[in-house]
């Protein structure tokens, strides 16, 4: 998994984060580590993770896929906030 495999390249012993965030310019996003999708609309989407809530803003979001503790988002992509 992605995380396992930061946490081999920058040497880290324990997880340093419970989740994975890659945004791909403006239009596509990937989380892994997630729990739930705790709110969905076009323009935000929240997704319950171990220890946070991770929020993704946005127009026209779409959640393209979910399962398996990843998720994937497509829409303008505007912002992330940990809350």
Do not use: P, Q, W
């Amino acid at each position: 998994m992605f995380l396992d495999e930061l946490n081999k390249k920058l040497n880290l012993t324990e997880c340093a984060s419970d989740f994975a965030l890659c945004v791909y310019g403006k239009s596509k996003a990937a989380v892994e580590g997630i729990k739930t999708v705790s709110y969905l609309s076009e323009s935000e989407i929240r997704f319950k993770t171990k220890h946070n809530i991770l929020s993704i803003k946005g127009e026209k979001l779409r959640l393209s896929e979910a399962g398996g503790g990843v998720a994937y988002v497509s829409g303008e992509v505007k912002s992330f906030e940990i809350v």
